[in-house]
């Protein structure tokens, strides 16, 4: 059984940083592109960042551009979220997502993931 699980989140000030990591289990992602997407209550899910599987193509939302990084341990079937100068606006849940499939490009459209996380909670503080 696949499972994705996510860690790291937390309540922190504005201007404050957060490290997300993605555990996957039950197969290996390493020739997979994953992403983290976020979902404010009442709002859309959003694309936040992906990945290709080497790790060489790198997307971010305009949004978070210059403060948040994407990484991954293909040793380690991890993956990660480096989020620094939040905002309050950064405030969501954060779900992690893999595809099963091999893409040119990691995809940027929640659709194309196959595999989700439970999700972790980030609130920003103003």
């Known amino acids: 059984q696949v499972q994705l699980v996510e860690s790291g989140g937390g309540l922190v000030q504005a201007g404050g940083s957060l490290r997300l990591s993605c555990a996957a289990s039950?197969?290996?992602?390493?020739?997979?592109?994953m992403g983290w997407f976020r979902q404010d209550p009442g709002k859309e899910r959003e694309f936040v960042a992906a990945?290709?599987?080497?790790?060489?193509?790198?997307f971010y939302a305009d949004s978070v551009k210059g403060r948040f990084t994407i990484s991954r341990d293909n040793a380690k079937n991890t993956l990660y979220l480096q989020m620094n100068s939040l905002k309050p606006g950064d405030t969501a849940v954060y779900y992690c997502?893999?595809?099963?499939?091999?893409?040119?490009?990691?995809?940027?459209?929640?659709?194309?993931?196959?595999?989700w996380g439970q999700g972790t909670q980030v609130t920003v503080s103003s």
């Open positions: 039950g197969r290996t992602f390493s020739s997979n592109a």
């Open positions: 997502a893999a595809v099963s499939r091999r893409f040119s490009t990691p995809p940027l459209v929640g659709g194309e993931y196959d595999y």
């Open positions: 990945i290709s599987w080497r790790g060489g193509t790198i």
